[in-house]
């Protein structure tokens, strides 16, 4: 690997990514207790591996030659391709909840990206009301969906989706929260991981810097790797514990894991 991106945890501490090796290939990833499996679906040129749930189901993207990008869902080594009815060519499932219920993101023939619940064989479309993108999505045990989207303005704001009632969800001093193709987590307790970008104090220049962050009873965590250039988290499970992925000095991707309590507000 000479870039490797965590993405998702579940309860038992496994944990799915991708990683790029020397020829630019993107493959999916398994570590699991100490040992890493290759996720590489037949047929597709590229593999991402975006969320697992405590049953170990494993969701994310393959991309195959034609072009298109298609959603998974990898069950007890059984792959189900995941495309939205009236996509234009792009679906990504990008996580699931121990019930199965799957949330991703598609493309339509206009450009625009819209989220998308897929619960008992239905899928539902989410917008954000007024805004012009979805492009992140994440849901927990109760179904409680967390997200990016994109306002009139074209700047990215989080948002919690409970019950039918939608709020936003901006760190103090984002200047965007997420990101094109963002991806970002929720657990059990409504604990939201993501990622934003901010402009440091005058001391550390004007540079925007990002840093990843929790959102937890209405208070903001933030995290920021020490002497990393950029800060990502978008993973986190029931206890906590989460994952993400630095970029060094040197411009090279890490990732990390770290449980509950850990280099918090650093």
Known sequence: SVDTRPFGINPQGQIVGHYITGDNRVHGFLFDRGTYSSIDLPGAIRTNALAINPRGQIVGRYDTTDGQAHGYLLSDGVVTTIDVPGAAGFTVATDINPSGDIVGRYRTSDGRFHGFLLADGQFTTIDYPGA????????????????????????????VLDHGVYTTIDPPGSVM??????????????????????????????????????????????YHVPGASSTSIVGINPQGDIVGFYVDSAGRRHGFLAPRGTAENQ
Do not use: E
């Open 177 to 222: 929260t997420g990101g094109p193709s963002g991806v970002l987590k929720i657990n059990p307790a409504g604990d939201v991981a993501g990622n934003f970008t901010m402009v440091p104090d005058m001391g550390m220049g004007m540079m925007m810097m990002r840093c990843g962050f929790i959102y937890r009873n209405g208070a903001f965590v933030i």
């Open 132 to 159: 012009i993108g979805i492009q992140g999505m994440a849901i927990n045990a109760s179904g409680t969906i967390a997200g990016y989207y994109v306002d009139t303005a074209s700047r990215f704001h989080g948002f």
